[in-house]
């Protein structure tokens, strides 16, 4: 090879193509990058499954030395080159696109043409000398796209899973100091849309936080089943070109490199066209959105106003709201939430939609699948980061404004209801929408209860939680 030229000379099975010298992927990667001019989602932008497919490789090597199929140099450069591109290096020689036809053979190609040529520059020689390291015969020794693509799919989602739940539980513990501070704080529950009954600004947040504890369980139970691998599945299940005890062998060598559980599915040839490990985390990352976005929606009806609207809590003002309206402005950061979550619901669509295209022994649409994983997890992780740094940690209570609407309610006089019976609170539910007059008033006007048993009642600790009055009896 003519180390002056720009470029080197590279061929496969529908012929050669000039690679410039200093990149490190080769014939079959810049296939993919011009025929699939589809998006602006590039694997270099994805670390996490770059380093699923350097994982794969690497436990694929260790097996493959152990079986002889590999030189000792050969596998320590395939090893040391799969080690860099872990710790973070190379990431720019993944440009392809990551929605691709081939059911991801570009992908893993792009993977064993970078890992060949970093490993055959360790050994000494130049980037395409593939007599002495090839991509497939070396690289890609003992494996399909079929079984190295979703494991590295897998392994990289399952990183991205560990990765969510720092924010996911920050978020929850930046509500669970809201639900403290807000504790005291009376204001009047809707149903609705309409006046309900009386509870605390702070069971309000807390309420925020239960439903997305919920989420943990539910996203580490559909995480778990990343770590059941197709390793040594090969084409279709088989095992055709691996040697026999091949596939326990690298998918033991995976769980010691990544000191994760990932052991080895049940039914290779099964779970070769199984998708259903991406559908069900997509559906649990869509769920975490469902509720983000009910939490979003309620942050902006509390904070409506400031003064034709509910305004019970004040947002964080963080940028002006308007170009004609002076002074205005908008709770920005609760509708990028919820733009957030429309578009995981979209992409969870896409998933099973995708997934549903599972056809004989192969699923070609996987490629889409993992796209939108990947891009589902980085926009919540991105989306609750920002809700809460930005939103939720500087709201304040407008505790005025609650506890005028608390006065003013008719609402209240549902828990006067166990005291007064049915018939009283109708007539001063009645009286109050007519006149317009406050329960509190009426109650008193009425001689229905006296103003020490009525501020009893009407006190904050006793209209949030279930307490015994039956002690109080109504004067009439």
Not at 348 to 357: H, I, K, R
Request: charged share 20%; hydrophobic share 40%.
């Amino acid at each position: 090879m003519n180390t002056n030229k720009k470029c080197r000379i590279e061929a496969d099975l529908i012929g050669e193509r000039e690679i410039p010298c200093d990149k490190l992927y080769g014939v079959q990667t810049l296939r993919g990058i011009e025929n699939f001019p589809i998006s602006k989602f590039h694997l270099s932008e994805y670390p996490a499954f770059i380093q699923g497919l350097a994982y794969t490789k690497w436990g694929a090597a260790i097996a493959n030395f152990g079986e002889g199929l590999l030189t000792k140099e050969q596998y320590e450069a395939i090893v040391t080159a799969c080690k860099e591109i872990i710790g973070g290096k190379h990431y720019d020689q993944f440009p392809i696109d990551m929605i691709q036809g081939g059911a991801g053979t570009t992908t893993n190609m792009n993977a064993n043409e970078v890992i060949c040529n970093r490993a055959l520059q360790l050994m000494g020689h130049e980037a395409g000398e593939y007599k002495y390291l090839s991509p497939n015969d070396h690289v890609n020794c003992s494996q399909s796209t079929n079984d190295a693509y979703p494991t590295a799919i897998h392994l990289g989602l399952y990183w991205m899973h560990l990765t969510i739940l720092k924010p996911l539980k920050e978020l929850i513990s930046a509500l669970r100091a809201k639900e403290k501070e807000f504790n005291h704080v009376l204001k009047m529950g809707r149903t609705q849309l309409q006046d309900a009954v009386p509870m605390s600004l702070g069971q309000t947040f807390g309420g925020f936080a239960s439903i997305l504890e919920d989420e943990i369980d539910n996203l580490e139970h559909a995480a778990k089943q990343f770590l059941t691998i197709n390793m040594g599945a090969t084409a279709v299940g088989t095992g055709i070109c691996s040697e026999p005890g091949y596939a326990e062998a690298c998918v033991k060598a995976i769980a010691e490199i990544t000191r994760w559980d990932v052991v080895l599915t049940k039914d290779l040839v099964g779970a070769t066209s199984d998708t259903s490990v991406m559908i069900g985390y997509s559906s649990a990352l869509r769920r975490l959105a469902v509720k983000l976005n009910k939490i979003a929606n309620d942050i902006r009806l509390l904070s409506s106003g400031p003064r034709c609207g509910l305004s019970e809590i004040f947002i964080p003002a963080m940028q002006p709201g308007s170009s004609i309206m002076p002074g205005k402005v908008n709770p920005v950061i609760p509708e990028v939430m919820s733009q957030v979550c429309y578009k995981v619901m979209g992409n969870d669509l896409t998933v099973t939609l995708a997934g549903d295209a599972a056809q004989m022994e192969l699923n070609a649409m996987e490629p889409v699948m993992a796209q939108c994983c990947f891009e589902s997890i980085e926009l919540l992780i991105n989306g609750m980061n920002t809700f809460r740094t930005r939103c939720i940690e500087g709201i304040k209570a407008n505790e005025e404004r609650c506890k005028s609407y608390i006065h003013d309610s008719v609402g209240i006089v549902t828990a006067l209801n166990p005291i007064i019976g049915y018939k009283n609170s109708t007539k001063i539910a009645k009286q109050a929408m007519e006149t317009g007059r406050g329960v509190y008033d009426l109650v008193l006007e009425n001689g229905i209860l006296s103003k020490e048993d009525l501020d009893q009642i009407l006190s904050p600790e006793n209209m949030i939680k279930p307490v015994n009055l039956h002690h109080i009896k109504p004067l009439k």
